[in-house]
């Protein structure tokens, strides 16, 4: 028996090679027809400044916050869609403040202007071009353009992503205060039903271990506890103060020692009997690859305002799983706009098993309309939204100045 070529591709279902396109391929190409992708362009970009007070002052080893010094972009593209980012330096770690993230996003407005914003690697390669540490402002824009990819896709971001975690467990944060204070706060959450809890400590060693014991004692041996040094130790007092510790039960301690010093933190990891968590040593993917090659910690705290948004999170996330690591998407003090956008990287990444999403929670208000939702026990859900799937609220929106 015989086959013509046309018979042989249409056999091993290349009809389209052989013919013409097939049927129902023409209603999917006039749908991303439809959809503009390629022709797409930014039409503008506001820029807003804005503060949100804390309830009270937040303290870590590094100092003290009493507001979340935030910026908002919305990228507006000639179709209409609209894209959503937010900035929260948080100027000791990030070393970014408001001001200096509101003169980038100029530049980076005038830069992007005209152009295809589903071309998100692009426009991320030249926004790199023209700056230069202020991760939190490339942070706000990258998650715009995400958002604007979602919306045009039609897809919530971490489905767009691949992933299905749409349900999780974020812990929350005890500030630095006095043994007491910390057990009495970290015990109120565990009773509201968080699963897990996370201290600050970092100060004086011996007074960290009568925290940490305060605060295992008030919550309970259920409870999971991971502590944040937030680099107040020196690698000796760290190793003396882990080993102090381990009676607790601790998951594991972030960034216990300087954030440049990735020989001390290897030094403390092969002395501590607790897990170590690289999370100020680590910004960039070019960072994760320093702490893989140095076998300097056992998890990455992934932050959007120090990576540069959720495109260069994600890097992160796949540089740790080809070294099988797990890791957290953690926070400084944004609104829920921000932190769904956090909600969305660890969503779509089966190596980050760890959420520390709890920035808003002493935020005096919430300016945010949809977005992640979180339950009084800790569990965040994303909405079934395209983009990140929120916006923010018109009423807050009306009372910003644009810049
Ligand atoms: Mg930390």
Known sequence: ?????????????FGILASQVPRGW??????IEE????K??????????FDIPLKQPFRIS????????????RVVTDSGIVGLGESCPFPPITGDTQDTNLLMARSIREMIKGKDPLAVDSLLGEIGHIVYSNPSIVAAFDMALMDILGKAAGLPLFRLLGGDKATFETDITTGMDTPEKMAASAGAHASQGYKNIKMKVGLDPDLDAERVQAVREAIGKDVRLRIDANQGWTVPQAIYALRKMERFNIQFVEQPVVAWDIAGLKAVRNESPIPVCADEALFLPQDAMKLIKAEACDYFNIKLMKAGGMTNSIRIAHLADAANMRCMVGCMLETRLALTAGAHVVASQRNITFADLDGYTDHTLDPIVGGMAVSSSGEITL???PGLGLDVDPAFLKKLKRV
């Open 1 to 13: 028996m015989t086959i013509s070529r046309k018979g042989f591709l249409k056999a091993l279902g």
């Open 40 to 49: 797409l362009r930014i039409k503008d970009v506001e820029i807003y400044a």
């Open 383 to 385: 909405p079934e939204l």
């Open 62 to 73: 590094l100092g003290v916050s009493n507001a979340a010094n935030d910026v908002l972009v």
């Open 26 to 31: 023409a209603a999917a190409a006039a749908k």
């Open 35 to 38: 959809s503009g992708a390629g």
